[in-house]
């Protein structure tokens, strides 16, 4: 895995870095392009429900370790408890690599939520997605078994990462 973030597709609108003011509405934190795999696809030809919990992890896991050593922590205490997936079209192993951009949907005292926007190679940024979803993450005491609490600096990264809201939406 990298350190930093892999070089964006020049058409995905994405962010160069956290800053306090977070992401503009459409805007993804990271963009992750993953292959999909003969075996990601079930008798029908689409990529089967379990194996795209699988590509959002691994475009997940890309993009959690590019944030560096300073997130380390935050990282490996992430677990996830709740998984949400919404599919408006069909994904086939012809639209491979998939995009999938990401971004914080929200975060509270012991969780986060991440957003997932998944595309075909060959769709337009504007295009509707094939997939929407969403992980809900815990953060978690790994030598205790309980619950943590956010620090101030997961905060802030978090916050950077977040969609800012848009009057009237």
């Known amino acids: 895995m990298q350190n930093s973030p892999p070089a964006q597709p020049?058409?995905?609108?994405?962010h160069d870095g956290p800053d306090t003011d977070g992401l503009g509405p459409g805007e993804f934190a990271f963009v992750a392009e993953v292959?999909?795999?003969?075996s990601d696809m079930d008798a029908f030809g689409h990529i089967n429900h379990a194996r795209m919990v699988t590509l959002m992890e691994e475009a997940r896991i890309e993009w959690?370790?590019?944030?560096?050593?300073?997130y380390a922590p935050?990282?490996?205490?992430?677990?996830?408890v709740h998984v949400d997936i919404r599919y408006q079209a069909q994904l086939r192993h012809d639209d491979s690599p998939l995009r999938i951009?990401?971004?914080?949907?929200t975060?509270?005292?012991v969780d986060f939520t991440i957003g997932y926007e998944i595309r075909g190679a060959d769709a337009a940024p504007a295009d509707r997605p094939a997939c929407v979803a969403s992980t809900q993450m815990a953060v978690v005491d790994i030598e205790k078994h309980t619950l943590r609490r956010l620090t101030p600096g997961e905060k802030s990264?978090?916050?950077?990462?977040s969609r800012r809201l848009v009057p009237g939406r």
């Open 10 to 14: 020049a058409d995905l609108d994405t």
């Open 74 to 80: 935050l990282i490996t205490s992430a677990m996830i």
């Open 107 to 109: 975060f509270r005292s």
């Open 157 to 161: 990264y978090l916050t950077a990462w």
């Open 101 to 105: 951009g990401m971004w914080i949907k």
């Open 35 to 38: 292959g999909v795999r003969w």
């Open 64 to 70: 959690l370790l590019s944030a560096g050593e300073d």
